[in-house]
């Protein structure tokens, strides 16, 4: 009895994916992105999605880290207008020379901004971060090893001109 017990409700819940499988892909498959305004990208005026760049100019940013690659290391973050600069000012990374690089910043939410580094002459991509202002959690990622990731807090030493999304 217990066993047609479990089959009934293994056929229950596989029932139930299935019809909601079915439901999403009748809907055009965007079924689950309209839940929340916040999830669908910004439209332009023909439209069409939206990319919106943020200015960081002005702005000196300390990550932090606890965890990943960057472990025991404070980097301060030197914003221009098109230009970064990091700098290790805490941990075993202090003296590195680390030389001034291209960033493309981008709203991702409130209080939440996805920056990358790039390469000033090839725009290869050097490191990425997701900062959140709100939580004061940074995610970074930066390619080049078996472990690029780290993950730490973030704070704005000095504003720029732009408040933050």
């Known amino acids: 009895m217990y066993s047609a017990s479990r089959r009934r409700l293994a056929s229950i819940a596989l029932l139930t994916c299935v019809s909601m499988f079915a439901w999403a892909a ?4 965007s079924a689950f992105a309209r839940t929340s305004s916040s999830a669908r ?3 332009s005026a023909s439209g069409g999605p939206s990319v919106k760049r943020f200015s960081l100019a002005g702005y000196v940013i300390d990550a932090q880290y606890s965890l990943g690659r960057n472990a025991g290391n404070t980097f301060e ?3 221009k207008s098109s230009t970064v600069h990091g700098v290790p000012i805490k941990g075993p990374f202090v003296g590195s020379k680390f030389p001034v ?3 493309v910043a981008m709203p991702i939410g409130n ?9 000033t002459k090839t725009h290869a991509l050097l490191d990425v971060f997701v900062m959140n202002f709100k939580t004061h959690v940074v995610f970074d990622y930066a390619p080049g090893s078996l472990h690029p990731e780290s993950s730490g807090t ?3 030493v000095k504003t720029g001109k732009t408040q933050l999304p």
């Open 77 to 79: 973050q030197t914003y």
């Open 111 to 119: 209080h939440e901004l996805y920056v990358a580094w790039l390469d």
């Open 26 to 29: 009748a809907a055009g498959g």
């Open 41 to 43: 990208p910004a439209s």
């Open 101 to 103: 690089e291209d960033y």
């Open 154 to 156: 973030v704070k704005i």
